[in-house]
């Protein structure tokens, strides 16, 4: 059974390193400005001639409130106004870039993340999805992945009815904690009722999956009361769980600056949080498919697992990854061929460049041969929890043991430390490493020495 852990204390205090989440290999750290426009294009137009299918996704910004534990990027107003101008270039890039597509690409999966995306007027949605569809071969039989993030207080009956009119089939809830003192140390007051109406509403609507984010780690939090909040979640029976490890970087993330440090749990609390929540999601039948993600047996992730299909991408754990990644709006990322490249992070800039009738390209990376092969590597790992030496020897045409030869020490400690199962054919990882493995991919990535693993979360 794919779904299977072993906790181990010790094996998770000598591995639980700060490292990548590998939603990328090489990841965006080591994105460079040399990379641009012309770029772009030249992938582009690689991707219209082979009639790839694409993924989309679409940055909106604009949130009400701050969170103080939040990361992402985004922009606090209260003015919905701000929204229009950002919105006329939005749909600038949209046309910039379809025209160098071919309208038979069909897009197999859409993603509105954020920010919070229904900060937006149902008008603006209406006119935004219109551009798209004008612009994009967007599928009408509701056979696509179409999913959008879901802030409970900011989306109603009447705002879920517009979504599934639209087009979305799946949703994906920002929920965080239930602990109402947990939730004013980080300013996030949400409750149970908002976010249970809107699981209501997706339900009747018939929209095809739902995802609710936990995060433990968060001031004020505790074991009893994070389970407690997890509790609560698995009676609203969501299809996934995605539950977070809060990282507190506030030299990095200026809202975090505003928790209080003292109220943090210590690491040993945040352990047990996470051990309590895995028997807890357990026991309700959900499987571990990796990366703090979980979902029931009958969800396409778990059988993409199973059936080992299962990708990784910037949009997390999907199985599009066969799809040409656009990302539309500020700070977004493509992934497309062998080309990542990112939107300027900066909202006046992607707003100017857009305005001048330029691409808001900023700065990216082409893969190189080994990039690629060390690609697929860690994608086997993160996905499957295994390795079959053979197949990554045929795709690249390489001697496995030969290419990787200095890294077989490290590999033999961990086998010893009963992380994987290393054997001349591949590498399992076995139930007591699958909590650790972005410590596994970290073994092949030729860049983590050079990097400041104060850039990256902790693995659990």
Excluded at 329 to 334: E, K, M, P, R
Excluded at 340 to 350: E, I, K, V
Aim: charged share 25%.
């Amino acid at each position: 059974m794919l779904d299977a852990i072993r906790w181990d204390t010790d094996l998770i205090r000598r591995y639980d390193l700060a490292g990548p989440r590998y939603t990328s290999y090489p990841t965006a750290v080591q994105f460079h400005s040399q990379v641009g426009t012309f770029d772009l294009l030249h992938a582009l137009r690689e991707s219209r001639k082979a009639l790839r299918p694409l993924s989309l996704y679409v940055h909106v910004p604009f949130c009400a409130n701050i969170c103080y534990y939040c990361a992402c990027n985004k922009v606090i107003t209260k003015d919905r106004g701000r929204a229009l101008p950002y919105l006329q270039r939005l749909e600038q890039e949209i046309q910039l870039i379809a025209c160098h597509l071919d309208p038979g690409q069909k897009v197999e999966q859409l993603h509105f993340g954020g920010g919070t995306p229904t900060f937006l007027s149902h008008d603006e949605l209406r006119q935004l999805m219109s551009h798209l569809r004008q612009h994009f071969n967007l599928l009408d039989d509701d056979s696509g992945d179409y999913g959008i993030e879901i802030d409970p207080r900011e989306a109603d009956w009447s705002t879920m009815g517009l979504l599934r009119e639209l087009g979305f089939n799946r949703v994906s809830i920002g929920l965080q904690d239930l602990d109402p003192a947990v939730q004013r140390a980080v300013n996030r007051l949400q409750s149970l009722e908002e976010t249970r109406a809107v699981i209501e509403a997706a339900r009747t609507l018939q929209f095809r999956s739902i995802n609710i984010d936990l995060i433990y780690g968060l001031p004020k939090q505790t074991p009893d009361n994070f389970a407690r909040t997890v509790e609560e979640v698995i009676n609203l029976q969501p299809d996934r769980l995605s539950v977070f490890n809060y990282a507190h970087l506030p030299e990095r993330f200026m809202p975090q600056r505003r928790i209080n440090s003292h109220e943090l749990p210590e690491p040993a609390e945040k352990l047990q949080m996470l051990q309590r929540t895995i028997e807890q999601l357990t026991a309700a039948g959900y499987r571990y498919i990796g990366m703090d993600h979980f979902a029931l047996p009958d969800d396409e992730l778990a059988i993409a697992q199973e059936e080992s299909t299962l990708q990784r991408n910037f949009q997390g754990y999907t199985t599009h990854g066969h799809c040409d990644l656009i990302g539309l709006g500020v700070s977004a990322i493509s992934q497309i061929g062998d080309l990542y490249c990112q939107n300027s992070s900066d909202l006046t800039q992607y707003q100017n460049l857009l305005g001048g009738a330029q691409l808001a390209t900023s700065r990216g990376l082409v893969c190189n041969q080994d990039d690629r092969v060390r690609r697929a590597v860690i994608q086997q790992l993160i996905c499957n929890f295994s390795l079959d030496f053979e197949a990554i020897e045929q795709q690249f045409n390489i001697d496995f043991r030969g290419y990787f030869g200095d890294l077989w020490p490290q590999l033999q400690t961990m086998a010893e430390d009963g992380l994987i199962k290393l054997s001349n054919e591949g590498i399992e990882v076995l139930p007591a490493g699958r909590l650790l493995v972005r410590s596994v991919c970290m073994v092949f990535d030729t860049y983590l020495e050079q990097q400041n693993r104060q850039r990256f979360s902790r693995v659990i």
